[in-house]
């Protein structure tokens, strides 16, 4: 079983059709939409502020989700695809993004839509990331527009995870 804990009488909403890994966490001020996944081992850590998680959103492996105390809450869209072992904090991240494995994205930062960071990124606090780019490197750079190929897959993506979690649900 997953762990679901409130904190200070606040406990995570869950939406319709969400598969939550036996070993993930969420913990208070969390708002997941429809059709989302949260893997292995994430954490989703609403103790100190909020985290609000769109629809077709998919939380990877690893993955720490947290915000800043009395600052910061963590808004994450929809159809976005946060991979292994990423770290999101305190941030904005707008619909269809990829955040690579390993990706680090602080405090106000903004990731507009139809975005790509690149694994192993640091994206720094206050930093927006313009639609329609690839950002690499720490800390991040624009790198690229996005080819259309990229813009395709930001928005299969989501829909590959909704297939995923299916094989791990009960018959």
Partial sequence: ????????????LIGEEVYI??????????????????????????????????????????????????KNGTDIGSYVNVGHQAIVHGCVVHDYVLIGMGAIVMDRAVVQS???????????????????????GVPAKKIKPLTEEQLAMLKQLPHNYVLYSSWLKPE
Avoid at 1 to 12: D, H, R, V
Avoid at 25 to 46: E, K, P, Q
Avoid at 117 to 135: M, N, P, Q, R
């Fill in 1 to 12: 079983m997953p762990t679901i804990l409130p904190i200070k009488g606040i406990s995570p």
């Fill in 21 to 70: 890994a036996d070993n993930a966490t969420l913990v208070g001020d969390v708002t997941i939409g429809n059709h989302c996944s949260i893997w292995f081992n994430a954490v989703v850590r609403g103790d100190v502020n909020y985290i609000k998680i769109g629809d077709y959103t998919n939380i990877q492996d690893g993955v720490v989700v947290h915000c800043t105390y009395l």
């Fill in 114 to 136: 139809n975005v790509i960071i690149a694994a192993g990124a640091v994206v720094l606090e206050d930093s927006v990331l313009e639609s329609g780019f690839l950002y690499a």
